[in-house]
Structure formats: structure tokens, C-alpha cells
């Protein structure tokens, strides 16, 4: 009895925890190595043979949803910003913060266009194209088109949004276009440009409608296209190719960009996995030293503002005010504010992330008695707003600007004017600068000082 008392009663105990660590340590080696950087790559390019196919066949131009969408474009006539978490399930909405009205230009000349996205394994196409997209699209139509019968149908692919859900999105298509009107557009332009409805239509991998015109005499066409074929098991099974590669590049991507990628494809596509690292790097080096980062200052409507990057101090004369939100090079903004030729600059440094967005909160006082300054000037000073992405807190100082110093006519006044700030009146400067900027995306914590939640708002 005694022997028998001392075998084992458990399964576990007779699995070695050397054995059993070993183990999990190789799936997760070998999970690494398919999801590495090389393979993303040449997944992307694999995929982004099939969207030039579709561009070609149906000789639309393509739009890149950013920013996953970017890295399987070679040549795109522009960017979109349709969010999946939009579409997802019981959080649809019509976004006031990406209104993407940029793509109506692109929709009215060309007769419709090619937005291109894609989406990690599991699905056939992300929310994004399966369901904001056509939120975005019943919305526009009810705005312009009002008096066109059926107008306020709403498209869904049918093999991926189920029929109840389709009922309960359309339900909320009324409040949505109520909330746009708030902002206080202009329809006329709008309708000006698109002369059609849109409709939005889906291609994946799997469709068979790749080669065939889907052009109408009734509507401007939207092509939802997902550049991923659809992989229903783990990547390991697929010889090294990662449906959605383009994903989450911040994770594998070493700082490597869509447009870095398209101009070093073939260098990038033929070096080993262990090589690429110190290659990105020399690249983005090599980039900066010649001057190839772009600054893509862009200017706010009909205002004297603009919004840009840290390398737009390059271009100071051009402006009469400058305000640096943060500084990614110290020493080198430090020369080129100082050889600047005659602008006024005013220095927050911020840091970056939600550091920086709390920092304005203490920093902000600093910039009305800044823009009183500028009353010798005569007309609207020339004001840029500059930080590290030009996405950010160069936004948020620039809507702030706008609200404590332009009527509702856009008009400047050196001093702060007596218009309440609320909600409402945030969301309109907003819708303005994301109109000129489809890729400013304020953070939270950057907009909650705009929200009444700091002082200076309430004085």
C-alpha cells in the first residue's frame, strides 16, 4: 500500500515543468518569427497587387483609410479617416471629429473612388468599410440630397452586417445628421462639388466583381476594398503571409513609413529579417539629412491660421507669429527660430502624449496676452501653430485661438471675444480644422481643456 500511495494522482504532475516551458517557449518563437517585419512587408506587397488590380479594372482613383490602408498603396489620390470603432457593434456613430469632406473633391471629379483598408485575421473586412462607411454615406446623402426619393436607405454588406443590426443602425441616421447640421456647414458648397449621391460598394480578395464596371448614372460610387484575403486559422499555417500586415505598425514597423516603404521597396522586400532594423534606420536618416521629412502645413479656411510641423519653422518668414507647442530637436529648432526673420515666436515646450496635453493647461494663459501682442500688425496676423506630429496639441492651441479670437463669421479681433464656449462652438472650429486637416486628431486630454473644465475658459 505504501507503494502505491506514493505514484502520482495527477495528470500534471507527471508533465515536467522544464518540458512544458520549453514548449510554450517554441510556440511563441515561432509565433514571432511568422509575425515578423519581413513578412508583413511581403504580405503587404502581395496584397497590394490585388488593390492596383482593382484600381486599374475599374480606373478609379484609390484612397488610402488611414492609417492601415496607406502601406498597401504605392500611389494614392489621397487619405481617408474612417474609424472601425465607429462601425463596432452598439458604439455607431457618425464622427464630428473626422468628417473626411476632403473626399468629395476627389468623389466629384472622378466619379467615385476606391477607399482601401484591411483587417486583422478573423474577419472578412474591417467595420470600418462594412459599416462606417456606410453611416458616412446615408448621412452625406440626407444632408445634400434631402429631396432625391429612397435617399435615406442605408447600404450594409449583407454577408457581413446581419439584418437587426442594419434596422438598428438606420434608426440613429435622423440624430446623426442633426448633430452634423449643428456644425454649422456649408451645404451649398457641398452639393456644389458632389453632384450625385453616394453609394458605397464592397471588394475583397474573394469577390468575383474585380473586372467589371460598377459606375451609375444615379449615384457616385464608393468602393470599399479590402486588401487582405480573409485567413481562418493561425498565420503559422500560411507560409509566412499575415492577413492585415499593415496593422499596428507602431509594433513592428521600426519607424518605417508607407511612403519610406513604396520608395525602398525593393531594398526593403530583399534584406533578411536580420538586417532590417539597422536598414530602416539608415533610410530614415538618410531621409531627414536630405531633407525629405514633410512638413505639410496646411492653412485653416478662410482664417490667418495655419497648422504644421516642427520642420515648418524652416519657413518662419512666411508667417508673423509662430507658437511651438513641443520640440522634438531642441538644438536644431533653437537655430532656425533664431536665423528666423522677424516672426514672433512664443515657445510653450510641452512634452509629448498626454504629458503635453496636461501641460497646456498650465501654459495657455501664456497666449492670449501673445496674440494682444499682435494688434500692430493691422490685418489678421499670419499665426502658425506648430508640434512634433501636427496633430495634436498644434490643434488644440489652434482651436482654442479660435475660439477666444474669431466671431462666427471667422472674423479676428486681438481681443478674447465674449462668445460663451461650450460644446457646440468647439465642435464647429473643429469641423473647420478638419476639413482643411483631415489628419488633426486631438487627443481627449487636449480637447478637455476646451470643454469649461480649466479657467481660463469660464473667465
Not at 520549453?22 to 506587397?45: A, P
Not at 489621397?78 to 469632406?101: C, M, P, V
Request: glycine letters at 6%.
Amino acid at each position: 500500500m505504501a507503494a502505491e500511495s506514493s505514484l502520482p494522482t495527477l495528470f500534471s504532475s507527471l508533465l515536467l515543468p522544464s518540458a512544458s516551458q520549453s514548449f510554450s517557449s517554441t510556440l511563441s518563437s515561432l509565433k514571432r518569427s511568422t509575425l515578423s517585419t519581413s513578412n508583413r512587408l511581403h504580405s503587404i506587397y502581395q496584397d497590394s497587387v490585388f488593390v492596383q488590380d482593382v484600381a486599374c479594372n475599374l480606373n478609379l482613383p484609390i484612397l488610402a483609410n488611414e492609417r492601415c490602408g496607406s502601406w498597401y498603396v504605392e500611389h494614392k489620390a489621397g487619405s481617408a479617416y474612417f474609424k472601425s470603432t465607429d462601425g463596432h457593434w452598439g458604439q455607431w456613430t457618425f464622427s464630428k471629429r473626422r468628417l473626411n469632406l476632403q473626399i468629395l473633391n476627389t468623389i466629384g471629379i472622378y466619379g467615385g473612388c476606391i477607399i482601401v483598408d484591411s483587417t486583422r485575421r478573423g474577419k472578412s473586412m474591417p467595420d470600418a468599410l462594412s459599416k462606417t462607411i456606410p453611416i458616412w454615406c446615408a448621412v452625406i446623402n440626407r444632408l445634400l440630397f434631402a429631396e432625391i426619393p429612397d435617399i435615406y436607405k442605408l447600404s450594409t454588406p449583407e454577408e457581413v452586417v446581419g439584418a437587426s443590426e442594419h434596422t438598428q443602425i438606420e434608426a440613429l441616421l435622423d440624430g446623426f445628421v442633426k448633430s452634423v447640421e449643428n456644425l454649422g456647414l456649408d451645404l451649398f458648397s457641398l452639393r456644389s462639388v458632389l453632384k450625385k449621391p453616394v453609394r458605397p460598394m464592397w471588394i475583397t480578395p474573394e469577390s468575383a466583381s474585380t473586372h467589371k464596371s460598377l459606375s451609375s448614372t444615379d449615384y457616385h460610387t464608393i468602393i470599399c476594398c479590402t486588401a487582405s484575403r480573409r485567413v481562418a486559422g493561425a498565420e503559422m499555417t500560411e507560409d509566412g503571409y499575415i492577413q492585415g500586415a499593415g496593422d499596428d505598425s507602431e509594433g513592428w514597423s521600426h519607424g518605417l513609413t508607407p511612403d519610406l516603404f513604396w520608395r525602398h521597396r525593393d531594398q526593403l522586400l530583399t534584406a533578411v529579417e536580420q538586417e532590417l532594423p539597422d536598414l530602416i534606420q539608415n533610410l530614415i536618416s538618410t531621409d531627414q539629412s536630405n531633407g525629405l521629412a514633410p512638413s505639410d502645413t496646411v492653412k485653416l479656411g478662410p482664417t490667418s491660421l495655419y497648422i504644421g510641423t516642427l520642420s515648418s519653422v524652416a519657413q518662419a518668414d512666411l508667417y508673423d507669429a509662430i507658437i511651438i507647442c513641443n520640440r522634438a530637436l531642441p538644438s536644431k529648432l533653437d537655430r532656425e527660430t533664431e536665423e528666423d526673420k522677424g516672426a514672433r515666436t512664443l515657445d510653450l515646450q510641452c512634452g509629448h502624449g498626454k504629458l503635453g496635453s496636461r501641460a497646456l493647461r498650465s501654459q495657455f494663459p501664456r497666449i492670449p496676452p501673445f496674440i494682444a501682442s499682435l494688434a500692430d500688425h493691422g490685418s489678421p496676423p499670419k499665426i502658425l501653430f506648430v508640434c512634433s506630429t501636427g496633430k495634436d496639441l498644434s490643434v488644440g492651441i489652434a482651436l482654442a485661438v479660435l475660439c477666444l479670437f474669431f466671431d462666427d463669421s471667422y472674423d479676428f479681433s486681438c481681443r478674447v471675444t465674449n462668445m460663451p464656449i461650450d460644446k457646440t462652438l468647439v465642435r464647429r472650429h473643429l469641423a473647420l480644422i478638419t476639413t482643411a486637416k483631415p489628419t488633426a486628431n486631438p487627443s481627449r486630454s487636449t480637447l478637455q481643456m476646451l470643454y469649461g473644465k480649466n479657467q481660463w475658459a469660464q473667465e
